[in-house]
């Protein structure tokens, strides 16, 4: 009992819970924005259960440069364009780092989408695995 009174233990005790902590903060943001998939996985996931992509970026990043198959669905238009996703296929959300598809992803399942995965490493890591990807200089 003496070791945790002590000020030079309770230091030591500080730091490895908080080190704990930081080490444990990837994998707890993790679970709350659910699956994350490699290009491969993604990729498995469109093949063999029809996953649907979704683009998060706004209209001239997605004209830039998307993937093929994806639909561009900015996150400012989920409340008014959720109909439009299928309820009974995956939902797989793509943005340029596959940071900002967390919270989208989080936004779409309170809007009632079931099955929300996130594209980890975005675009780029897509372009990176060698995947194709598109331009769209005509319009969405």
Known sequence: ?????????????????????????????????????SPSQTVQMMNHQHAVLVDIRDAAAFQSGHIPQARNLPVAEFEKKIA????????????????????????????????????????RAWSAAGLPVTANKSGA
């Open 1 to 37: 009992m003496d070791f945790f009174l002590s000020q030079n233990n309770l230091l030591l005790i500080a730091v490895a819970v908080g080190s704990g902590l930081m080490l444990a903060w990837p994998m707890i943001q993790k679970s709350r924005s659910g699956a994350a998939l």
């Open 84 to 123: 439009s996703l299928p309820k009974n296929k995956p939902v797989i959300l793509v943005c340029d780092l596959g940071r900002s598809a967390v919270s989208a992803a989080a936004q779409l399942r309170k809007l009632g989408v079931a099955e929300v995965t996130i594209l980890e490493g975005g675009l």
